[in-house]
């Protein structure tokens, strides 16, 4: 899998993911921040996360275009790394509820920008790589390593928010409970209809709580949560340090990757690297971008649920403890050994593989198993988790899934069947929609959000976890077929002067599937629970018969 690749791919791997963990770390805790903070509604938090990923992903065509034009794709990296640290440095500063809300405003678009000066020119720049004769063949697998890249720096993200929030309340003697902070902000509203049972709840947590100091615990609670917060953020400007320190100290191995063709025109050692298409080419190609671009807003529409109403279903529908079996989901010190216990069994059983491998294999799979049981022995019998636990299923899944796909797709190359990047992804559209029609089937009969009026649901009420696991193990395979693949074919079919560009507009397709995040976020307290699903199942069928159905057109661009 990792064999034969330049090394540049591998600079490219581990700067972005050190990005991406402390990007996944924010966004893991970011609309239980803003309602736990400032109170606001799930269509308010979702609108303020739909216009940041907005901002997110719209920024790339800036930086695509800065960096086409006159940067090349290594300084406007470097620039955007510093840009990003600035803005992650203003969002860890602490502030009592209520306030400090611009400040929060400002810190967003600070990393907006920084974001689309990094983002989509690291893509282009792993693109370039692949332009060389000698690696042109291996571009998709490269750009399915890179995109594991990504998913393991967001694997552990939402252990590092939990982990430090979980350190931050525990200093005052509080414990994390989900129904707290809209109980809490109700209150303090006077607009909530259960005191005594609220009174009840805060009382677990401080048992020398009254009816008198009812308020002043609410406060504390969520001053105390929202420092917790403040501190999780800080762990992206602890990873961008170390992105920055691998990605110029290894600048060699990617130096002529990173120059843009305005670039190379100018130098004499390699203006004959230049690549001139002609007008007709270059339209074709940027029509069939296009075309894709139209196609996979619907996907990362479906895909960012998982930050918002995924999340609220996680918090108000999801069961909030497990027992010690499930528990392992929840926890990557004993997740992690599993997993590697198991590769370890396939590299002993492996018949072709070599006596030193099977033995190093079976060493794993007797060590890390032990590990795994160790983990497993110290779990008590009932294990609570944050909502936001549910967010490392996704990248989890790709690192665990990637050598699966990658071997697949080489078996199926070898025998010259592996499918077009564009099928590919219409594949992925409709695996998109088999996913939300598992949350359609568990939602069937439960209340609607706005029955519950946004608090938490009964017990009665609340589903397996599984629902929501199986969910993202599905997603993650329409992932595996789309995105990185998706990327792959724009840095193939871009014309060259525009690389950048196109890779920001690859990003600007997300962009407004992001913003439409926002507008499923905005249905969660209007419609039936199931329906908020079907919406989504019914937009991805609709994008997958539309790719299916300019699939000759786009495979003809991506041989022009």
Not at 104 to 132: E, H, M, P, R, W
Not at 212 to 219: A, H, M, N, P, Q
Not at 275 to 284: A, C, D, G, N, R
Request: hydrophobic letters at 55%.
């Amino acid at each position: 899998m990792f064999k034969g690749h330049p090394k540049g791919l591998f600079v490219a791997f581990f700067a972005n993911m050190g990005e991406r963990f402390g990007f996944y770390t924010m966004i893991s805790i970011f609309v239980l921040f803003m309602q736990a903070k400032y109170g606001l509604s799930a269509a308010s938090a979702g609108f303020m996360y739909s216009t940041f990923m907005v901002g997110v992903y719209i920024f790339p065509l800036l930086g695509g275009f800065l960096a086409d034009r006159f940067l090349g794709y290594g300084k406007t990296i470097s620039l955007g790394m510093i840009t990003m640290f600035i803005g992650y440095a203003m969002l860890t500063l602490p502030t009592n509820m209520e306030s400090g809300f611009a400040l929060i405003v400002a810190s967003l678009a600070v990393i907006c920008l920084g974001t689309g000066l990094f983002k989509g020119n690291l893509q282009a720049l792993v693109g370039n790589l692949y332009d060389d004769p000698k690696y042109s063949g291996m571009r998709d697998r490269a750009f399915n390593i890179f995109y594991m890249g990504i998913n393991v720096g967001a694997m552990f993200a939402p252990s590092a928010s939990e982990a430090v929030s979980n350190w931050i309340l525990g200093k005052a003697h509080f414990f994390y409970d989900a129904r707290i902070p809209a109980m809490a902000n109700d209150f303090l509203k006077g607009k909530l209809a259960d005191v005594a049972a609220y009174l009840g709840i805060a009382q677990a947590q401080d048992p020398a709580v009254t009816m008198d100091s009812l308020r002043g615990f609410s406060e504390t609670y969520i001053n105390t949560l929202s420092k917790s917060y403040h501190f999780a953020f800080g762990v992206a400007c602890i990873s961008l340090i170390i992105s920055m320190l691998i990605f110029w100290g290894f600048k060699k191995h990617y130096k002529v990757a990173a120059m843009a063709e305005v670039q190379k025109k100018k130098s004499a050692a390699y203006k004959d690297q230049v690549v001139e298409l002609t007008p007709q080419q270059t339209k074709e190609r940027l029509v069939a971008l296009g075309l894709v671009f139209f196609v996979v807003i619907f996907f990362w529409m479906a895909f960012h649920q998982s930050a918002v109403t995924m999340t609220f279903f996680a918090r108000d529908y999801t069961v909030p403890s497990v027992g010690k079996a499930t528990n392992l989901w929840f926890d990557l010190t004993g997740l992690l050994p599993v997993f590697l216990a198991v590769v370890g069994l396939i590299f002993a059983l492996r018949k072709k593989a070599k006596p030193l491998a099977r033995g190093i294999g079976a060493a794993a799979f007797l060590g890390f198993g032990l590990l795994a049981f160790l983990r497993f022995q110290s779990y008590p019998a009932v294990n609570r988790f944050m909502p936001q636990m549910f967010q490392h299923f996704n990248p989890f899944f790709i690192v665990a899934l990637t050598p699966l796909v990658v071997g697949i797709f080489a078996a199926l190359n070898k025998k010259g069947k592996e499918p077009s990047a564009p099928r590919k992804i219409g594949y992925g559209m409709l695996i998109t929609a088999g996913a939300y029609t598992i949350l359609v089937l568990g939602s069937l009969g439960l209340p609607s959000p706005k029955s519950l009026g946004g608090l938490v649901a009964p017990a009665a009420s609340q589903v397996s976890v599984y629902w929501l696991i199986s969910t993202y193990f599905a997603v993650t395979i329409a992932e595996l077929l789309l995105s990185p693949i998706g990327i792959s074919f724009v840095s193939r079919v871009a014309p060259p002067k525009y690389k950048g560009l196109m890779q920001g507009g690859w990003f600007a397709a997300t962009a407004i599937g992001n913003n439409l995040v926002g507008v499923i976020a905005w249905f969660w307290m209007r419609v039936p629970l199931w329906t908020v699903w079907a919406i989504l199942v019914t937009a991805c069928l609709l994008s997958a018969a539309f790719i299916f159905s300019i699939m000759k057109r786009l495979e003809r661009a991506a041989n022009v």
